[in-house]
């Protein structure tokens, strides 16, 4: 009788173990599929030949939401670039995490158009090694560098731009806690650690996530004057004067996943949702919905007030993964408080960022991190991000 309640001791503290581990841990890796509406009328943005293009690539199975958004944004805040989200097809780009996006054109449609990208950046595809690569995608890259094509890997977007070739011989980074596995899988270029861009000629690469703004910074500054580029640095209000080059290649320790899986087991796991509106910053929604699902949440979503896309700062459509009244949320993320309220009547914790203009936007949800969840937590968020 005694092992008998043994073994349904275990048994159950197993399955509380699981039980509260699966969602959070499920929440962080999948990446959501799409069940909406596909009847988006094919539009052609606008192009400007006296610009300079920057042509930033998704795959519709799966794409870094930072990695591509960050980019996206610096680059268009230059006001010197046409600047497009390209992908296979004309159709939702599914986002790691929580949103999903349009892009502005397909590769043929891009092709046909007869536009050619002076600079083409490669966020993270959900593709580590060769076999995961999209030839697609491989070839598009291929077909349009040049020796005058600027070319940025970000994060681990490093293993597309090692498959196409271009990176051989030439230095490459990766996030740090990815970085000896897709090591492995390319030999060919020179992989290098401790930076957070490594560049070869106009061949650039950064290290993890959250590194998307130094190499954008730097490409910027090299490609359309340091003038342009401390006029975005003080926009986006990154705290260095110049992109920040100094990097530790610091993995998860087994201490920073112990506690992250502590925090799950033994605090608030949260519902959350983050507000999208018309003209909304991408930088902004990009680095809260990225920083925040790093905190193992039970969920996270990007919510409309009625459910219906939205049209960001720079013309992206973005569908929410929901709306508001869907259900009860923890934590209300308001990033742009334009056409949106709290109810008063509802205890609902709100976390406002119109209040926050003059801090970088990473900082500040890293130090909110840190008030709720401890300085432990909070490094083992910023080694996720490769923010060290």
């Known amino acids: 009788m005694k092992r008998l309640i043994i073994a349904l001791s275990i048994t159950m503290l197993l399955l509380f173990i699981f039980a509260r581990l699966y969602r959070p841990l499920h929440e962080v890796y999948s990446v959501p599929a799409y069940n909406g509406a596909n009847n988006f009328p094919p539009t052609q943005p606008l192009y400007d030949s006296a610009k300079k293009t920057v042509a930033v690539i998704a795959n519709n199975d799966g794409t870094e939401l930072f990695d591509m958004l960050a980019p996206f944004y610096l680059f268009n805040a230059t006001g010197k670039a046409n600047v497009y989200i390209v992908a296979k097809k004309h159709s939702p780009i599914r986002m790691k995490k929580g949103v999903f996006i349009l892009p502005q054109f397909t590769f043929s449609g891009m092709d046909s158009a ?180 790093r905190t193992l949440p039970y969920s996270i979503k990007s919510v409309s007030v009625d459910g219906r896309p939205i049209k960001t700062k720079f013309g992206l459509t973005v569908i929410p993964t929901g709306k508001l009244s869907d259900q009860q949320f923890d934590e209300i993320h308001v990033i742009d408080s334009r056409g949106w309220h709290p109810d008063p009547n509802k205890s609902t914790r709100v976390l406002s960022y119109s209040d926050q203009d003059n801090h970088y936007i990473i900082d500040i949800c890293l130090e909110r991190i840190r008030s709720l969840y401890g300085s432990r937590f909070e490094q083992a968020v910023k080694r996720s991000l490769d923010f060290n």
């Open 114 to 293: 007869g536009i050619k990208p002076d600079v083409i950046v490669i966020p993270f595809l959900s593709a580590t090694d060769s076999s995961e690569q999209d030839p697609v995608i491989i070839e598009w890259v291929k077909k349009h560098f040049n020796a005058s094509t600027v070319l940025l890997s970000v994060c681990d977007g490093s293993a597309t731009a090692a498959a196409t070739g271009i990176f051989d011989g030439k230095l490459l980074t990766a996030h740090s806690s990815d970085f000896e596995s897709i090591k492995r899988n390319f030999k060919k270029p020179v992989w290098v650690k401790d930076k957070a861009v490594v560049k070869t000629g106009n061949l650039y690469s950064t290290a993890g996530v959250s590194n998307a703004s130094e190499g954008s910074l730097l490409v910027i500054g090299d490609f359309f004057g340091k003038e342009t580029m401390e006029r975005v640095i003080n926009e986006i209000h990154y705290p260095y004067p110049s992109p920040r080059m100094s990097h530790e290649s610091i993995t998860l320790s087994l201490s920073d996943k112990g506690r992250m899986i502590s925090k799950v087991l033994f605090q608030s796991n949260k519902n959350v949702a983050v507000v999208i509106g018309d003209g909304m910053s991408e930088f902004d929604l990009a680095a809260v919905m990225d920083v925040y699902n």
